[in-house]
């Protein structure tokens, strides 16, 4: 579908996915490597369409899509949100020691994990695609109030995944909120929930890793995991956190 003709997509249908659902989100992993790719409109209206489908309190959908591609306040966006990703980045860098240890060796999952985050950073004004979820806010921030966007996020996720892209939910947007609000035109009360890069990934997709279903499903108590609680076969696992830094 080519960015002239957006009318006919009114009656164009969803598409459906390359991947059944459950393998989908066993696979929907943080893509930072994107080729070089546009997204065609009809892939992105299916995947803010998947956004849009996810639920909220009393189906109020307080959530917004702000999406930016290549236009100049999409350039503009990109620089504002770069900076501070690159600035987020060479701190965490540091304080989780991402040059120590391990970190050292250019073939460890640490010094790769280092490599792929400044390559994301450096890069990050050619995202093919950047969109900022927001929620509309019609009270006092709450702690729950985030439930009310970020399932339509995951969502969002899974829809690329569905059809092949890929993305990652980041925070590096809260320094620029202010500059981001005043270039967008977005009000006041509008909360921005993160900032998300899609594309179409250098590499694979999946499979996550996580901990250990027995370490995060309980039942009839806390720290009580249920038998039935066990990872499928073949489920490779990881600990939580950034890299410790002792261990290296
Ligand atoms: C609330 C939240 C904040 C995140 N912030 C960032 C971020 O600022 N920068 C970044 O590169 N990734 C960020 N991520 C992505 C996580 O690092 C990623 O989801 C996590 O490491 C799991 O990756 P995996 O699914 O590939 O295993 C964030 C994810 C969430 C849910």
Redo the contacts with the bound molecule.
């Keep these: 579908m080519s960015r002239d003709d957006p009318t006919t997509l009114a009656d164009t249908p969803l598409q459906p996915g390359a991947v059944d659902l459950m393998a989908g989100l066993a696979t929907?992993?943080?893509i930072?490597r994107y080729r070089d790719e546009p997204i065609p409109e009809r892939d992105l209206r299916d995947i803010l369409f998947a956004a849009t489908r996810g639920p909220s309190g009393s189906n109020r959908q307080p959530f917004r899509f702000v999406v930016l591609r290549d236009g100049p306040k999409a350039r503009e966006a990109k620089r504002l949100i770069g900076e501070q990703a690159r600035k987020?980045w060479g701190a965490k860098r540091q304080n989780d020691g991402y040059d120590q240890g391990s970190g050292v060796q250019e073939d460890s999952p640490k010094a790769r994990m280092a490599r792929v985050?400044q390559t994301?950073v450096d890069q990050f004004e050619s995202v093919p695609v950047l969109i900022l979820p927001c929620l509309v806010r019609y009270r006092a921030p709450n702690p729950m109030e985030g439930a009310s966007v970020y399932p339509a996020v995951q969502n969002l996720l899974l829809g690329a995944r569905a059809l092949g892209y890929g993305g990652?939910?980041?925070?590096?947007h809260a320094a620029a909120e202010a500059d981001l609000k005043a270039l967008l035109g977005i009000p006041e009360e509008v909360f921005i929930a993160?900032t998300v890069t899609l594309g179409r990934p250098q590499g694979g997709h999946g499979p996550?890793?996580r901990r250990p279903m027995q370490e995060l499903v309980f039942e009839e108590g806390w720290e009580q995991p249920p038998a039935w609680a066990v990872d499928p076969p073949g489920i490779r696992h990881?600990s939580a956190g950034p890299p410790k830094r002792r261990t290296g």
Excluded: N, P, Q, S
């Design positions: 929907t992993r943080a930072r987020l985050m994301y990652v939910i980041t925070g590096f993160a996550v890793r990881t």
